[in-house]
C-alpha cells in the first residue's frame, strides 16, 4: 500500500520551463512534507521541507506548494536546467516521532537543452 | 558527498547465502536508518537505530536483521537470500530522533542476487 502517491512517473521538459511535480497522501499523522533529488548512482539528497503550516516554501528555483485540505503537495522547478535532470521523490513523515520517511515512486525529469 | 558511508559499493551473490551491509553515519550522528530501492517497490523503509537501540522498524523481512554498535556504525544483515532481494540499499543518518532531524543518505549497496 502506497502511502505517497507520485506523479508523473517521467517529465521531459525544456529548458528554462517549469517542471511539476505532484504527490498525495491518506495519512493525516504526516506532518512533515521533504523532496528528495537523486543522480543516478548516487543517494538521495534533501532538496526541500515544508510543515503543513505553510502553503508555500520557496528556496531558489524549487517551490513546494501545500494543500492541506486536499491533502496535496507539489513541487516546481522554475527556470529548470539541464543539471536538474534526477529523479526527485516527495515523502512524508508522522507525527509520531518514530522519523520514517515514506516515498512516493519517483519522477525522472528530463531537461533538454 | 553527505558524509555517510557504506561498503561495500557492489555485492554479488547466490540465492540462499547470507551478506553483511555496512554503514558509518556521518560524525555526530545518532540515529541510522535503512532503507531498500529497488523498481517494483521504490525507496521503503527498513528500520532505524538510535544511539544503539532499535527505534522503529518499517517493510523488514524476518530474514533481514540490522544492529548498531557502541562506535554508531551499521550493520544490515541478510539472510537466506532470494533473487528479489536483489536491490540498492541505503543508510541514512540523522543528528538526533524526531520528525524533521534531516536524514542523509549513503551512497548505497547494490545487491545482485543471482
Known amino acids: 500500500q502506497q502511502q505517497v502517491k507520485q506523479s508523473p512517473q517521467s517529465l521531459i521538459v525544456q529548458k528554462g520551463g517549469i517542471s511539476i511535480i505532484n504527490c498525495a497522501y491518506e495519512n493525516t499523522a504526516f506532518d512533515y512534507f521533504p523532496w528528495y533529488q537523486q543522480f543516478p548512482g548516487k543517494g538521495p539528497a534533501l532538496l526541500i521541507a515544508i510543515r503543513p503550516d505553510v502553503s508555500e516554501k520557496k528556496e531558489g528555483r524549487f517551490t513546494i506548494s501545500f494543500n492541506k485540505s486536499a491533502k496535496q503537495f507539489s513541487l516546481h522547478i522554475m527556470d529548470s536546467q539541464p543539471g536538474d535532470s534526477a529523479t526527485y521523490f516527495c515523502?512524508?513523515?508522522?507525527?509520531?516521532?518514530?522519523?520514517?520517511?515514506?516515498f512516493g515512486t519517483g519522477t525522472r525529469l528530463t531537461v533538454i537543452p | 558527498d553527505s558524509g555517510v558511508t557504506q561498503t561495500p559499493k557492489h555485492l554479488i551473490t547466490a540465492t540462499g547465502q547470507r551478506v553483511t551491509l555496512r554503514c558509518s553515519p556521518r560524525s555526530g550522528d545518532l540515529s541510522v536508518y535503512w532503507y531498500q530501492q529497488s523498481l517494483d517497490q521504490g525507496l521503503q523503509f527498513l528500520i532505524q537505530?538510535?544511539?544503539?537501540?532499535?527505534?522503529a522498524k518499517g517493510n523488514i523481512l524476518e530474514r533481514f536483521s540490522a544492529q548498531q554498535f557502541p562506535d554508531l556504525h551499521s550493520e544490515l544483515n541478510l539472510s537466506s537470500l532470494e533473487l528479489g532481494d536483489s536491490a540498492l540499499y541505503f543508510c541514512?543518518?540523522?543528528?538526533?530522533?524526531?520528525?524533521?532531524?534531516?536524514?542523509?543518505f549513503g551512497p548505497g549497496t547494490r545487491l545482485t542476487v543471482t
Open positions: 515523502a512524508a513523515e508522522d507525527q509520531t516521532g518514530a522519523n520514517n520517511l515514506f
Open positions: 541514512a543518518s540523522s543528528v538526533a530522533n524526531g520528525p524533521a532531524y534531516e536524514q542523509y
Open positions: 537505530y538510535y544511539n544503539g537501540e532499535e527505534r
